[in-house]
DNA sequence: CGAGTGATGTCAGCGACTGACATCGACCAT
DNA sequence: ATGGTCGATGTCAGTCGCTGACATCACTCG
């Protein structure tokens, strides 16, 4: 392990170092300059200087070379919710911890890029969606181990599903400055008024 | 026409008739039974005793031959939503709009059985959670045809969305006796309380 | 120094999907 | 009636996504 450190340090390996990230970087590039369906596995894997069936290795399919992060933002999500007081209401609590989930996004520009692609493709969008919806049960999960009841705690973590896609839109639309967390509160509040009638 | 409508019903024409709902029934039963990945899209066509090029004239992909009623529901769901008072809040519209559009569902064991073979296949899941987020959007976009802004017209979209799919999921728990639009209005009421905090 | 390991490559094959062209009853105009 | 058009289907060949089985070979460890 430790080697295996160094050589990717050093860089001299039997290998050129990280093959996986050459892979998504060779993908991002292509399917924005080509379109999705114009560009084949055997060319992201030529770009990457490795092969198809590597490619296959590293991502179960196609699309998932674009989805890296997400267990990432799973991971954090959870952790955050996690760390929010039990006895607040579930939608606030998932508000929270969606703020601090936040954190892991990259910058707004590489965000920003990856979203146009995928926004381009339909097959792209239901890979993203799925992921969004994972998200969402593993949210209602957490919440149902706190105690919270069904259809409550599906209900919350849904709501705030929504009003993370919403909030994640607006922060990455052209000439937005204002951050992540400072829309996510915005867009929560607006749902909480929506609801108020 | 007329002679076409009379060989259909007749049913003496070149072909046999309905070639779709065979298509649909062939492909519902397979995917039930074997389940949908060892399910080949020429075998759906054998047993619809049609070919495998028929198939893809009729449906887009191998997944799109369980999502026929889906374009009955968006029609059904604006046209409810263009009866909506205007003046009335955004949510409570959408949220009406949803309670009529539920006519259009199967019968309770029909929609089961489709949704069990979807819940056991996530590239199924993937295509429904796009015909849903393709219904929230033509939803937002009605709304602010009528003039609601954004965000609160996506925002009550994807959260009518959200009530919608826990309604829904709900209606096909086993043993549930209510009918959908009593658990859809339920699960508004509940999203409201969630709210009110 | 030799055995084992892990990341990669090679190869053959299946199945989803597509474009081009063929077929042939039904329908229509003369 | 006759010929021409049309529309639903079939045939065929090909590309590409994806997988299993097996080979390679620098590196590591005993």
Redesign the pocket.
Known sequence: MT??VI?TIIG????QPD?MGRLQRAALELYRDRGYDQ????EIADRA??????F??YF???REVLFGGSDLLEQRLLDALAATDPASPPLEQVAAALVTAGEVFADRATSRLRHEVISAHAELQERELMKLARLGAAIADTLRQRGVADPLATLSAEAGIAVFKVAFERWIAKAEKRSYDVLFRDSFAELKAAAMN
Do not use: C, I, Q, S
Not at 12 to 15: E, L, N
Not at 49 to 54: C, G, I, M, S
């Open positions: 080697a295996a050589t001299m390996g039997r290998w093959a560009t084949t596995v055997a200087e490795l092969t198809e069936r590597t296959f290795r179960a399919d196609k």
